[in-house]
């Protein structure tokens, strides 16, 4: 009797949970493409493309997996309520506790799912998805405005007249330590990492020797100064394991302790989401599926916002990191006992 239960509960959820979670990662996935590309400004390769996309996907999943979670579980606790078939289990001796309890059995692996992924898998994906951008972008050379001194780079500067369809009327300034290199040419055009000039003049001057030279075609590499250093920490991009090497290493500790809390304490999401979402979407509605969906927005929001909230109060120092995650489910876990109660979820 469970195990037909539970493969029913598991088929109205899924039905309903798949579906919500592809459109979420299309429509987050195309986003945050957007965003990559932006700052890669390069040609990539068809395997980079593919490999960028499965580097994304476990950083958005963190997110958008408890959304679609909520989405289905709202749906299908109200889409149960409305067509009578809770009232008939409940009848046949099914209480609303082990109806609860059954559901949870559909969310623990979901629940461990956001564990791995949280503490590992999107860390890992963060670090390669970063050092791939930023050898992708670190010899990229960003198109200068029109007749303006563009600073591409730490004491470099590149001036055009037109930047449509090919750099007209081109001046690059470089400024190295006691080194001057000025180059003023009628058309050049950029590469990665490079500089074509085209009918112009090099003037360099090296300590206090002063020497200007015509040419026809110059190549000139430059560097746009892209800092390596990433700060992975903040990114998600260091491991958990790191983390708690670094934390006894650092005097510091305000956002390394955030960052172990907020690893630890956000894949918790289904599990509250279930306990106060489970007593809003019982009861009869002619609109299930629009019930549902504003018992998960309400939930999803007030989750959302006491978490939020805590975070940045931890990051600045404001209250300490693991008091203010734990408040935040003490409080949610108060509000889901008493919805339940009061619905009558756990007695009946």
């Known amino acids: 009797m469970r195990k037909k239960l539970i493969t029913f509960f598991s088929i109205e959820f899924f039905s309903i949970f798949t579906p919500t979670l592809f459109g979420l990662t299309i429509m987050v996935l ?15 390769s068809l ?3 593919f490999l960028i996309i499965m580097l994304i996907i476990p950083s958005i999943y963190l997110i958008i997996l408890p959304i679609s979670y909520l989405i289905a579980l709202s749906i299908t606790l109200t889409k149960l309520s409305n067509t009578y078939e809770l009232i008939a289990l409940n009848n046949a001796g099914v209480s609303r506790s082990r109806i609860l309890q059954l559901f949870l059995l559909i969310t623990l692996p979901i629940l461990f799912f956001n564990f791995i992924n949280s503490l590992f898998i999107k860390p ?4 390669v998805l970063r050092e791939m951008l930023a050898t992708n972008t670190e010899n990229i050379i960003p198109l200068p405005q029109k007749s303006i001194f563009t600073k591409i780079g730490k004491g470099r500067y590149l001036y055009v007249e037109d930047n449509k369809h090919k750099l007209d009327s081109i001046i690059f300034t470089s400024f190295e330590e006691d080194n001057l290199t000025i180059i003023s040419a009628r058309e050049g055009s950029l590469g990665k990492g490079v500089i074509n000039f085209r009918h112009g003049n090099l003037l360099t001057e090296k300590e206090a020797k002063t020497e200007i030279l015509s040419f026809e075609n110059l190549k000139f590499r430059v560097s746009n100064g892209t800092e390596k250093k990433i700060d992975t920490l903040r990114a998600g991009s260091i491991t958990f394991t790191d983390i708690l090497k670094l934390y006894g290493q650092s005097t510091e500790k305000t956002l390394l302790k955030t960052e172990i809390c907020y690893r630890i304490f956000f894949p918790l999401a289904p599990l509250i989401l279930l306990f106060i979402s489970f007593p809003l979407s019982i009861g009869f509605s002619r609109h299930y599926k629009s019930r549902g969906i ?20 931890s990051l600045k120092g404001k209250i300490d990191p693991l008091m203010g995650f734990g408040l935040v489910y003490i409080l949610l876990a108060f509000i889901a006992l008493f919805l339940n109660l009061k619905k009558g979820s756990v007695s009946k």
């Open 30 to 44: 195309a986003m945050r493409l957007v965003k990559v590309f932006e700052n890669v400004q390069a040609n990539l």
């Open 47 to 49: 395997i980079d493309f």
């Open 124 to 127: 890992a994906c963060n670090k």
């Open 294 to 313: 504003m018992v998960s927005i309400g939930t999803g929001l007030t989750f959302y916002m006491l978490f939020s909230l805590s975070n940045t109060l």
